[in-house]
């Protein structure tokens, strides 16, 4: 094995899917793209990193909501493109041509063009390590879209996408007992 600089182990520990976070401050709605996300437990509960250097994070401490939109591989460029502005000086879903719509639970607005969006609540702010705890209050997937593989951001702008499923869940059930895991 060759050494690995410390620096770079997040690359081989890789979260969830990058995930667009839409906000609304009260004025006017925001998206941001995330790359590091992280299911809490076995329940709606999800992390998310960001932090002051970022336009979206004054609206979530003041409104304690956002949506978290799961796009698919066909909106790679729109996901680096939201990646890559300011919401401070760019409204990116006019620029990014992404359709807001409205929350049935918080303002902030889902993404039509995403798979699936979560309503959430912020539910804890840990600011040592720039971490956002959400819990989901609604959700919803568009089952008639024809692509469904998520982008996993590894660094330096490479990804990883979703591919083929390898089915365990017979072998899984039989050895753990009900309830335990999935």
């Known amino acids: 094995m060759k ?15 990058a995930v667009f976070v839409t906000t609304n401050d009260g004025e006017k709605d925001n998206v941001m793209t995330i790359s ?3 299911v809490l ?6 992390a998310i990193t960001t932090g002051p250097w970022n336009h979206s994070y004054a609206a979530l401490r003041k409104t304690k909501e956002c949506v978290i939109s ?3 591989v066909d909106l790679i460029d729109k996901i680096v493109g939201v990646g890559t502005c300011s919401g401070a000086d760019t409204d990116k879903f006019e620029k990014f041509g992404l359709t807001p719509v409205k929350g049935k639970q918080v303002r902030a607005p889902l993404i039509r063009e995403c798979l699936a ?3 959430c609540r912020v539910v804890d702010i840990i600011r040592k390590h720039n971490i956002i705890v959400l819990e989901g209050v609604a959700a919803y997937v568009d ?3 024809k692509e469904k593989r998520t982008l996993h951001a590894v660094g330096d702008g490479t990804f990883i996408v979703d591919g083929r499923k390898i089915d365990r869940r017979k072998m899984m059930r039989s050895k753990i007992p009900a309830g335990v895991w999935f």
């Not at 410390?6 to 890789?14: D, H």
């Not at 437990?41 to 999800?46: E, G, N, S, T």
């Open 36 to 38: 590091w996300t992280m």
């Open 117 to 119: 969006n979560i309503e």
């Open 143 to 145: 089952d008639s879209r």
């Open 3 to 17: 050494k690995l600089q410390l620096g770079k182990v997040f690359t081989l520990l890789e979260s969830g899917p």
């Open 70 to 72: 799961i796009p698919t």
């Open 41 to 46: 437990d076995f329940a709606p509960l999800f």
